[in-house]
């Protein structure tokens, strides 16, 4: 019996070299027949999954944020602690490891060449704004956070300093590693939630 393709699975390991070649190579050796030569395909196999390169390109952008995505989802899953479960899963925005890195240096580069493509820049939303504001909500609901708080600021300074971090660890990853990383935003996040006993704490001056 012929061996049987599973298409997506082919379709997903097509993407992954394309990661690896743009993280090697940049956009510029992101042709077909280098994507094709890492993912071990004839030109003709490869266009059999993907009739043109801008459309292997789209289906591989959005494999890195379905990846991102879905380790989310199994964050937010588990039976944690709130506060555990708010920390985790900001700290999978940032690339703490090597397969971070390389998902997020590719997003950067896919998010360059699109932005001037008809009809494509739509792509470049990362959904990070719009998760961060759900986990402000979540954070709020569950007591972390102070009554008092401009939720609306905070989450604009927390999209700011993840956004920021990532940069800065693509652009310096000798100085900006992992463990760096985590202690900066868990600095940071310490800081905010901390903030509720602060004003919940009863006035002791009278």
Not at 64 to 90: C, G, Q
């Amino acid at each position: 019996m012929p061996k049987q393709i599973d298409h997506e699975k082919r379709r997903e390991q097509i993407a992954q070299a394309t990661w690896r070649v743009i993280s090697e190579r940049g956009m510029e050796g992101a042709t077909v027949r280098n994507i094709a030569a890492e993912a071990g395909l004839s030109l003709g196999a490869l266009r059999h999954y993907f009739s043109t390169q801008d459309e292997l390109l789209a289906y591989s952008m959005k494999l890195v944020k379905e990846r991102v995505t879905a380790r989310i989802r199994e964050i937010l899953s588990l039976d944690l602690p709130p506060r555990e479960k708010f920390i985790r899963t900001i700290l999978e925005l940032v690339p703490m490891n090597r397969e971070n890195m390389v998902e997020m240096e590719v997003w950067f580069a896919f998010t360059a060449y699109f932005r001037h493509k008809p009809g494509r820049f739509d792509m470049q939303d990362d959904g990070v704004y719009l998760g961060l504001q759900k986990l402000m909500d979540y954070a709020e609901q569950n007591g972390l956070l102070p009554a008092s708080i401009d939720k609306e600021l905070e989450t604009e300074k927390l999209y700011a300093l993840v956004d920021g971090l990532a940069l800065h660890a693509y652009m310096q990853p000798q100085r900006l590693d992992g463990p760096r990383l985590e202690r900066v935003l868990i600095h940071h996040l310490s800081g905010l939630m901390a903030a509720e006993k602060q004003s919940d704490a009863p006035d002791r001056r009278s």
